[in-house]
């Protein structure tokens, strides 16, 4: 990132700050000319060579929780000039005069990388360290840090990590990453709460996640998933993992959960003998499902409303003809890309021409060669030249400007209808679809005609 506003001058420069640097990382610089200065054209250079350095260094740091401290040297003017908060507290009015300050809230990779940004103009920036750095760059007030950080999570946010930065974005109060980690526990939302990631989060993001409307999720797999993170949670207060002390650290967060709306074979075999539930509420439940008069309970009975898919459909019209479209086990396939997040839930297929049959039907959705989702079903054609849903078992994350591959193998009456007059670009609400003809297409389908007709997804 700083490479584009300072360009290196000097190859031979460059190689030697990014030594420094290396050896500062472990507080074990030396100077190896008297005359380094000469060496380094540009005062980001010079600054560089400073980065952890002992030479000239006229305040300490004593970062890390006790046990796991490490003393970083700092220099103040460097600092203060990087940071509003380090300039109160070397130059402000109640400044102290200090030789050493602790920071025990602080991780010492995080401050590391922070002062690496200060005094080098460049952002490093790992998945182990990302959220230590940003806590970091918050406290010391380092705003192009901080939000070099969120870019970084928004970039690699995914289903397996959404409920935790969920819970770090409000801790943090970075409401677009927020709504970022919504987009993906909503459309994601099983794979999201099975994750390991989802057991870590605090109490008050878990109420606000059971609480969701558009969690787009089976009901009991938001019961079994909340009493996962009730087994953690007796982990975490030292408590034994017990059915009453899981019932316990939900506390009211159980009502939250939409038992009463699950289907009845999934209540009967899994929430009524979990034994989480007491007699009465399993009694009652029952009485719902099944009483004319069905008795008041303190949980919710209000189906959650889920997300409604899109679609885009990329061919302005269809046909059929006796000689097409037919398949005997051939590949039809499409390129696709597009300029916002979104997740594929699926595809839209033609069906027969020749009146109503059933297709076997196995779609397949990569990205450079790597399967991101697959399944194997079927459906049922009436003889329309309506489209007919195929589902992945997931929803599939695509990320913006590049090229997925969407596939589909079908198997069942020979001659069905296909798109024509195709089009390359699909405006869809305020998502843009690119298309381009496949290589893995053997059947026929291309930009211009053929299968797969339509994308299902959720934005």
Known sequence: MAADIFPTKKTVNATSVQQYQQQNLN???????????GLYPTIRERNSVMFNNELMADVHFVVGPAGATQRVPGHKYVLAVGSSVFHAMFYGELAEDQDE?????????????????????????????????????KKYIVPHLARACVNFLETSLSAKNACVLLSQSCLFEEPDLTQ??????????????KS?????????????ILRRETLNAKEIVVFESALSWAEAECQRQDLTVTID????????????????????????????????LTLSETNDIFLWYTAAKKPELQFVCKPRKGLVPQRCHRFQSCAYRSNQWRYRGRCDSIQF??????????????GSSCGSTEY????????????????????FSDGSSNTFPVWFEYPVQIEPDTFYTASVVLDGNELSYFGQEGMTEVQCGKVTFQFQCSSDSTNGTGVQGGQIPELIFYA
Not at 255 to 276: E, H
């Open 27 to 37: 507080n074990n610089n030396t100077i190896q000319s008297t005359n380094w200065q």
């Open 101 to 137: 300050i602790r920071i025990p809230d602080v991780e010492p990779a995080a401050f590391l990388a922070m002062l690496k940004y200060i005094y080098c103009d460049e952002i490093d920036l790992g998945a182990d360290t990302v959220l230590a750095t940003l806590y970091a760059a």
């Open 245 to 276: 002390n899981k019932r316990k650290v939900l506390e009211k967060a159980v009502y939250l959960i939409r038992i009463p709306t699950m289907a009845l074979d999934d209540f009967a075999n899994g929430a009524a003998q979990s034994g989480v």
């Open 337 to 350: 890309a597009v300029d916002k997040r979104v997740f594929i839930a699926g595809f839209g297929l033609y």
């Open 360 to 379: 076997s039907a196995k779609i397949e959705l990569k990205r450079q060669g790597v399967i991101l989702g697959q399944n194997l079903s079927k459906y």
């Open 196 to 208: 390991e990631g989802f057991c870590d989060i605090d109490f008050q993001t878990l109420e606000s």
């Open 180 to 193: 970022r980690c919504w987009e993906v526990i909503d459309a994601q939302a099983e794979l999201a709460l």
